[in-house]
């Protein structure tokens, strides 16, 4: 058994959604020629609301309040909405194999679906403790966080422990977003994580301390420059402690785990050019792989930065996701008039009352400004890189003030004195 279609978008995440968006703005394909591909039982939605919104003890967001691409400020892309565009959604389906010479996907109940065009939009999936030789991670309360399906787990394990105790594994994004969710949800949090400090890939020391206290004053413990070895688990195959290297134990009611994600491309390993560095599949200014007819996009892509000097990046971030999926289609329907893809790495979080944002890359000498007060904190850093700002940190700012530190970033703003650049802060940026 068979089905052709002209597009193919493999995956049904954030950039599938806006890549659709994107098709039915342009209009380049007739009805029944487009098709999206999706594990997920559900239309595409805004991942990043499953560690936010999701995750509310109460006025919780639900599908499909968050569809794609609402996240945008755009249309909310419901299955009414792609019946009406003549896309079809063929969801809860695996691709379990790929053959780009044959453009032919073959799908877990055995149906071919071939293309002309396949946009590769197959994100990552969050790495297991398993792969750390750590085993037992399948239990009811230990909890992953990557789909809604997950999220639903961790909904679940939240409301039977409520005044009880969770430790969280990992001190990255999903980690911090998910600890302030539990306090919020009335659970005692434990954070434990091998590193300094919290966000070690983006945070400075000093960034890091203003959260880290933060959060202690909202009753969280950090446990840190250590990691887990193994669980205690109760006759019925519950988790009730978490065993740590340094040989302490922590009671545990339940646990989430957030280590780190790894790119979903194993379906096209030995066929396309992967990216050695970053271990995405690697794609030119186009979002072209080294298959002419195959694009991809999102967390799976390793693209060009220009504003890098053309260095190739994998990012793991929502506005990358929504940037490279419309730039691959209108490469697709316009390929004359797509000029190479001009990106500016953005990453943002929310967590509590707090929100910040990131643009650039974080290299070279860092300069701190602002207040880091608990009160109504309006702090940042930029990093300057050869005499010029190469990344900018922001929490607490205006959009105005967001948008200025993404222009100097963006322009590669040149630094003269060091000392200044710390004086003025973020006027810095703002006056530019
Ligand atoms: P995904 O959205 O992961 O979609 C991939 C899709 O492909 C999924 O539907 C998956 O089921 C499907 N798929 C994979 N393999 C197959 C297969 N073989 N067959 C069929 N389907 C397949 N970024 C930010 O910048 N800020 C944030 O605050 C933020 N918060 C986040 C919070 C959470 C909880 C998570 C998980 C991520 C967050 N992100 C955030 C990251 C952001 O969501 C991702 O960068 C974005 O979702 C990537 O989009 P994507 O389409 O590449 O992949």
């Not at 990453?347 to 602002?370: A, I, K, P």
Request: aromatic residues 10%; proline residues 3%.
């Amino acid at each position: 058994m068979g089905r052709a279609f002209v597009y193919v978008i493999l995956g049904g995440g954030v950039s599938a959604g806006y890549a659709a968006l994107e098709f039915a703005r342009r209009g380049g394909y007739s009805r029944g020629e487009l098709c999206i591909i999706s594990e997920e039982a559900v239309a595409p939605y805004e991942r990043p609301a499953l560690s936010k919104g999701y995750l509310l003890p109460e006025g919780a967001a639900r599908l499909p309040g968050f569809h794609t691409c609402v996240g945008a400020n755009d249309e909310l892309l419901t299955p009414k909405w792609y019946k009406e565009q003549g896309i079809e959604l063929i969801l809860g389906t695996k691709v379990i194999s790929a053959d780009v010479r044959r453009k032919a996907l073959v799908t877990a109940v055995g149906e071919t679906i071939s293309y002309k065009t396949l946009i590769i939009a197959t994100g990552a999936r969050a790495l297991k403790l398993e792969e750390f030789g750590i085993q037992g991670s399948d239990a009811e309360n230990i909890c992953y966080l990557r789909n809604i399906h997950d999220a639903d787990k961790l909904v679940n394990a939240m409301k039977s422990c409520s005044g009880g105790n969770a430790v969280v594994i990992g001190g990255g994004y999903i980690g911090m977003e998910c600890a302030a969710a539990l306090v919020t949800n009335k659970i005692r949090v434990t954070m434990v994580f091998p590193e300094k400090h919290c966000m070690a890939r983006l945070f400075t020391p000093r960034i890091a301390e203003y959260y880290e206290n933060y959060y202690t004053l909202k009753g969280v413990t950090f446990v840190k420059g250590t990691v887990l070895t193994s669980f205690e688990k109760d006759a019925t195959g519950k988790v009730t402690a978490v065993i740590l290297k340094d040989g302490k134990r922590l009671p545990a009611d339940m646990v989430v785990v957030g280590i780190g994600i790894r790119a979903n491309t194993s379906l096209f390993e030995g066929q396309l050019v992967v990216s050695m560095v970053n271990d995405g599949i690697k794609v030119n200014g186009q979002m072209q792989t080294s298959e002419s007819s195959v694009y991809a996009v999102g967390d799976v892509a390793a693209f060009p930065i220009k504003l890098f000097d053309g260095d190739v990046r994998r990012l793991e971030h929502v506005d990358s996701a929504r940037r490279t999926a419309r730039h691959a289609v209108s490469a697709i329907l316009e390929p004359a008039k797509t000029r190479d893809i001009n990106y500016l790495p953005f990453f943002y979080s929310r967590v509590f009352t707090l929100s910040w944002q990131f643009y650039g890359d974080n290299v070279g000498e860092v300069v701190h400004f602002g207040e880091f007060t608990n009160s109504s904190p309006r702090f940042g850093a930029y990093w300057v890189n050869k005499g010029r700002i190469t990344g900018a940190f922001l929490e607490g700012g205006s959009r105005e003030e967001y948008e200025a530190i993404s222009v100097a970033v963006g322009r590669k703003t040149k630094v003269t004195e060091m000392a200044e650049l710390g004086k003025q802060g973020l006027a810095f940026a703002v006056q530019e």
